[in-house]
């Protein structure tokens, strides 16, 4: 049987020598219950009842990261979002540069050229991120 993402999560940690804490478990549990983006307040939010420090919540989230559980999506000047990458298909984000709206679309041939690319490489893909910056409809009438 495959390793789950909490056993996953464990080894990364112990690796690094840090502490497997039960507070780090819950916060990769709350994590992959997201589906969608979300920030550090949502899953602090989330775990209010645990009395889980923001700062704890920031902290896990960039360990969440370095061990690929997770991706930063919003680039903007507003506060960093975060998606799930285990629950997400591989999509692309446009991202809005003065208001940080993040808008999804499908890969598509981008995909496939990637793939494409990889086989000539002999590289063993395993996921794609791709991210555009700019200024949404609204940002670019106002600009
Ligand atoms: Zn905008
Ligand atoms: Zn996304």
Same mark, same amino acid.
């Given at each position: 049987m495959s390793q789950?993402? !909490? @056993?996953? /999560?464990?080894? /990364? !940690?112990?690796?690094?020598?840090?502490? *497997?804490?039960?507070? =780090?478990?819950?916060? !990769?549990r709350a994590v992959l219950s997201h589906r969608? #983006? /979300?920030? &550090?307040?949502?899953?602090?939010?989330?775990? =209010?009842? @645990?009395?889980?420090?923001? &700062?704890? *919540?920031y902290r896990t989230l960039d360990l969440l990261e370095e061990a690929g559980f997770v991706r930063k999506v919003r680039l903007g000047k507003a506060h960093a979002h975060y998606e799930n990458v285990l629950a997400r298909e591989d999509h692309g984000h446009l991202v809005c540069r003065s208001c940080g709206r993040v808008i999804e679309f499908e890969l598509g041939r981008i995909r496939a050229s990637l793939e494409r690319a990889a086989t000539k490489e002999e590289f063993a893909l395993?996921? *794609? #991120?791709?991210?555009?910056?700019? !200024?949404?409809?609204?940002? &670019?009438?106002?600009?």
């Open positions: 789950g993402p !909490l @056993e996953q /999560f464990e080894k /990364f !940690l112990r690796h690094r020598g840090r502490n *497997v804490t039960e507070t =780090r478990r819950k916060i !990769l969608g #983006h /979300f920030d &550090a307040t949502d899953i602090w939010e989330s775990l =209010r009842r @645990e009395r889980v420090s923001i &700062a704890t *919540v395993e996921k *794609v #991120h791709i991210q555009g910056i700019g !200024l949404c409809p609204e940002c &670019a009438q106002k600009s």
